[in-house]
């Protein structure tokens, strides 16, 4: 039985002046799945992430959240649907607390309807929110620490957290591992193995270990497009795969 469609693309398309960054993807991506996305730098992977979390807009094809038509919807709009993102380069505020940070994000994602309601009322649901994220990021004991004082592991986390407080149903992480240490890597994966319990996840991501741990599906993406697509068996015994991009690797042993 295959889980439901949770999120679609259909020749999405993004260009910068002559360069065709995103160039016709089509993807398919099912709910309470891990969907990894690898491919050399400069493929055009952020740029599909950007484009999915409309923090940039399109310049060709669409996007289908749930059977909604999303294509260039406002990001916040985007957000309360319940599309989550973590960005490549750690986007926290330094100088305020994880609490600080994590009821940022659980405000932002306060329905407008929410804009009427008993100021007491609205205090309590964005600190329920804040503390939910802050639990199940694993930083609640840190809850009351500055930002800027914890490891840069640990910065990480906290934005997994930020996101986790708009409560998506979906989360986009590029690259979370980035820049970090074994142990570290270690604990996130850790994190995301429990993230992925109950939420969808498109994962960006070069540790290839990390990769064949967590995800089912994968997406080779080389120059902007799909070179293929399949399950993370497949697309290991694939030979284009191996010849574009895993090769190099196997050639050393
Ligand atoms: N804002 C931008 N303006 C111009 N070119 C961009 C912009 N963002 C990305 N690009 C270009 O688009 C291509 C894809 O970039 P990116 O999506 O960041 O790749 P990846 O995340 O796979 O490394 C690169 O050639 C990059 O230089
Ligand atoms: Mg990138």
Redesign the pocket.
Known sequence: MTAELILETRDLTRT??A?V??DKVSLQFRRGQVHAII??????????I?LLSSD?DTSFGSIHFNGQDITDLPPDKVSRLGIGRSY?KTNIFPEFSCLQNCWLGAQSRLPTSMRFVRPARLYDEVREHADKALRDCGLYQRRNTVAAHMSYGEQRQLEIGMMLATNPQLLLL?EPLAGMGQEESFEIIELLKKLAEDHTLIL?EHDMDAVFSIAQQLTV?VN?QVLETGSVEQIRNSKAVHEAYLGEDEDES
């Open positions: 910068f002046g360069l960054a995103v491919g050399p730098n400069g493929a055009g992977k952020t740029t599909f950007n940039i490549q590029d960006i993406m902007g």
